[in-house]
């Protein structure tokens, strides 16, 4: 009876082992945005980013985008601003010092842009709303990634994005974190500064998103 017994024990494991994976969350996608459409959102283009936003030291990082634009608005064949949401997700190769170069960005972005921030919760998922200069924009960290939703023209964020990505990448951060003292972790001092770094106010490079954006 020895051998039934542990064949029992095996096949019960199996079921719950296929019951918790059915239960749990999504993994990130294969090339970490999604790609397929989400609610009455049209997945449209998706481009690898040769640049990053946020810089974490002595952690390299890979970024990705995903553009959607209102069904709506794709079967009457004409786009608007606020019709289209651009999704970024960049994966450092580590999560250390994620964390913090996060809240330090949503600071300087509050400080130094004339952008408003706040911490929220959309659909679950605890981030930091950003508004201001004709764009809106929610992000947050996830471990060794940063998600980033939004785009110009806009007002808000479709909860049902929010919703999507929360899923693949809960939020990691802690409550209060925006006005407290930055998270443990690496200095965000860049290499050749020419000034000294104040962690409490992290200046932007606003050159390099320029640059980066395409503005001028």
């Given amino acids: 009876m020895v051998a039934p017994m542990r064949a029992a024990v095996i096949a019960l494991g199996a079921v719950a082992a296929f019951a918790s994976a059915c239960g749990g969350r999504p993994p990130p996608p294969k090339r970490l945005v999604i790609e397929s459409n989400v609610a009455s959102w049209t997945f449209r283009r998706y481009q690898r980013l040769v640049d990053v936003e946020v810089w974490v030291p002595d952690n390299r990082a890979v970024g990705h985008t995903a553009s959607y634009a209102a069904a709506a608005a794709v079967k009457r064949g004409r786009l608007a601003d606020d019709d289209v949401v651009h999704a970024f997700v960049t994966r450092y190769a580590k999560p250390d010092g994620v964390l913090r170069a996060t809240v330090a960005f949503a600071r300087r972005l509050a400080q130094e842009a004339?952008?408003?921030?706040?911490?929220?919760?959309?659909?679950?998922?605890?981030?930091?709303?950003?508004?201001?200069?004709?764009?809106?924009?929610?992000?947050?960290?996830?471990?060794?990634?940063?998600?980033?939703?939004?785009?110009?023209?806009?007002?808000?964020?479709?909860?049902?994005?929010?919703?999507?990505?929360?899923?693949?990448?809960?939020?990691?951060?802690?409550?209060?974190?925006?006005?407290?003292?930055?998270?443990?972790?690496?200095?965000?001092?860049?290499?050749?500064?020419?000034?000294?770094?104040?962690?409490?106010?992290?200046?932007?490079?606003?050159?390099?998103?320029?640059?980066?954006?395409?503005?001028?």
Avoid at 149 to 173: D, H, K, M
């Fill in 114 to 216: 004339g952008y408003q921030v706040e911490e929220r919760t959309i659909e679950g998922v605890r981030l930091y709303a950003v508004a201001g200069q004709g764009e809106a924009w929610v992000l947050w960290c996830s471990g060794r990634y940063i998600v980033k939703l939004g785009g110009r023209g806009r007002s808000s964020v479709p909860g049902a994005l929010v919703e999507a990505y929360g899923e693949r990448y809960p939020s990691s951060l802690p409550a209060g974190a925006l006005e407290g003292p930055l998270p443990e972790g690496p200095s965000l001092q860049p290499p050749d500064a020419s000034e000294p770094y104040d962690p409490n106010n992290p200046r932007p490079d606003w050159d390099h998103d320029k640059r980066r954006r395409g503005d001028r």
